[in-house]
Nanobody, 116 residues
């Protein structure tokens, strides 16, 4: 099973930027779709962005134009660049990988707080 470790969360002011990273180990990373989800207090976990093994991306409407997801297969990492952050982006962000169309591994999560 793939192990995922996130990093890069923190506290940022509205309008600021953060870059989240997810390092994968223990599996065939380059063949797997990868994704970032987030969960705010009292809300369900939601898909933020997803990237296929070939680099095609999908973004939730709420982050489209502000977030960019990329992957580096040579380093088994994915990066989520988050710009123009808003208070409603505050959540725990989770990295995930898929197998047979379903999420089969989650990272431990990293907190992102957008506040002045």
């Amino acid at each position: 099973q793939v192990q995922l470790v996130e990093s890069g969360g923190g506290l940022v002011q509205p309008g600021g930027s953060l870059r989240l990273s997810c390092a994968a180990s223990g599996g065939s990373f380059s063949f797997r779709p990868m994704a970032w989800y987030r969960q705010a207090p009292g809300k369900q976990r939601e898909l933020v962005a997803r990237i296929t093994s070939s680099g095609s991306t999908y973004y939730a409407d709420s982050v489209k134009g502000r977030f960019t997801l990329s992957r580096d297969n040579s380093k088994n990492t994915v990066h989520l660049q988050m710009n123009n952050l808003k208070p409603e982006d505050t959540a725990v962000y989770y990295c995930a990988t898929y197998r047979a169309g379903l999420v089969d591994s989650w990272g431990q999560g990293t907190q992102v707080t957008v506040s002045s």
